[in-house]
């Protein structure tokens, strides 16, 4: 578990209502594996930042299944891997154990490994400031949607994707010419 807002308060405590939600993307493949992440530290090593989630976005995010158990804890855990490539970009927190839950934490069970993601700050619903964990909606209203910044950050990314395609595309050409003149 992470830390995260006071203990035995049903609402997020003032010091992380401020606290920006980031959109986190797999670095294996460029997916977005959450819409609804949060910095944080582990309860258990607390050298070890990671982002959380309430909520796991289970289309683009799933649980391998493989059971274990934590060096520094007692939490039983089960890695969680991108849909798209299949690499594991972080785990749940399927039991957690009888420290962890008695210390202060932010609730989330689902943990991503910031090495595996790249973060951005996610924007409000008009696009024109960056979302905070005190303004987020509830789940059941926090409709997934893509901005036009969204939008463009895809394009671009798909755009560099095929440029650099092109690129090594013609200079195989060049490559093919040069050696037909040589020969």
């Known amino acids: 578990m ?3 807002n006071v203990c035995d308060a049903p609402q997020l405590h003032p010091s992380f209502r401020k606290k920006p939600v980031y959109c986190l993307d797999c670095c294996f493949c460029g997916s977005t594996v959450c819409r609804r992440g949060m910095k944080a530290i582990l309860l258990a090593d607390t050298k070890t930042e990671l982002f959380s989630t309430d909520v796991p976005d289970r289309s683009e995010v799933d649980v391998t299944c493989e059971l274990f158990y934590t060096d520094n804890c007692q939490c039983e855990v089960e890695h969680m891997a991108c849909k798209e490539c299949g690499n594991i970009v972080g785990y749940h927190v399927r039991m957690p154990c009888r420290d962890c839950l008695q210390s202060c934490n932010n609730g989330h069970l689902w943990m ?3 090495k595996v993601v790249m973060p ?25 949607y893509q901005p036009l910044e ?5 394009l ?19 490559d093919d010419q040069r050696m037909l003149k040589e020969g």
């Open 2 to 4: 992470s830390r995260g």
């Open 112 to 114: 991503y490994h910031r």
């Open 120 to 144: 951005r700050e996610r924007l409000d619903r008009k696009g024109e400031k960056i979302m905070v964990w005190g303004k987020l909606p509830d789940v059941s209203k926090d409709f997934t």
């Open 150 to 154: 969204e939008c463009i950050r895809r």
């Open 156 to 174: 671009l990314g798909v755009a560099a994707i095929e440029g650099v395609e092109l690129s090594l595309h013609m200079s195989h050409q060049l």
